[in-house]
């Protein structure tokens, strides 16, 4: 079947690595997601990982594929008070157009 | 310059009464969607249209239309606004392609609020 799952709540303090975690139950995923929701506002793409691969750099942020486990990380390097938001994971299965997205991970940076 | 745009940004409406939430994007997609976010924050997608043609129709209401008159609209009509319309209603694009990675724009979002 198809299901996300992300833990509901991360808090860091500035300056730290946040790591946002999210497994996903459908194996035959081909492309995996980040979004990110500021409030009051809609998802922007950070960043995707195509299926065949296990890590994805892109300045600040690193993702991590574990397709044996089934689980897509998020680690956003010194983490700043911008970086407040809620992050989505998602997943593309196969060729359809539809993603399957998480519930979001609400991160909380303090000062 | 706004890639995916969406009227109105806020919606107040009581109950029983029919509404439409417009839709536009500028990027030359082939793919339009709405999703529907409801109070905490679970988004889950509604309709896809590829090129004016229904490509994903998930279980929704009937009293929720989509149309798309042109590859750059897509609007969201819906009839006899229950409580539970309440939501966040966003619109997204993307380029198709078996090839491509089918990255999703969104929109900023229709706030829709049924009294």
């Known amino acids: 079947g198809e299901d996300v799952e992300q833990s509901l709540f991360l808090s860091v303090r500035e300056g730290d690595s946040s790591v946002i975690n999210c497994t996903y139950t459908d194996s035959s995923s081909t492309y995996l997601y980040w979004y990110k929701q500021e409030p009051g506002a809609g998802l922007q793409l950070l960043t995707y990982i195509f299926s065949n691969m296990d890590m994805k750099q892109d300045q600040r942020l690193t993702v991590l594929l574990n397709k044996k486990d089934k689980h897509l990380s998020l680690r956003i390097a010194d983490t700043q008070t911008g970086d407040s938001a809620i992050y989505f994971c998602a997943e593309k299965i196969g060729s359809s157009y539809k993603l399957i997205f998480g519930s979001g991970t609400r991160l909380l940076v303090r000062p | 310059d706004t890639a995916v745009s969406q009227t109105p940004k806020y919606l107040v409406t009581q109950m029983g009464n029919d509404k439409s939430i417009k839709c536009e994007q500028n990027?030359?997609?082939?793919?339009m969607y709405w999703y529907k976010q409801d109070s905490k924050k679970f988004l889950k997608i509604m309709f896809s249209?590829?090129?004016?043609?229904?490509?994903i129709n998930e279980t929704v209401p009937n009293r929720f239309s989509p149309k798309s008159p042109d590859k750059a609209h897509l609007n969201l009509h819906i009839n006899s606004l229950e409580l539970g319309d309440s939501a966040v209603y966003f619109c997204?694009?993307?380029?198709?392609?078996?090839?491509?990675?089918?990255?999703?724009?969104f929109g900023p979002g229709t706030r829709l609020t049924v009294t």
């Open positions: 249209y590829n090129n004016k043609e229904l490509i």
């Open positions: 997204a694009s993307s380029q198709g392609g078996t090839m491509l990675s089918y990255e999703q724009y």
């Open positions: 990027l030359g997609h082939d793919t």
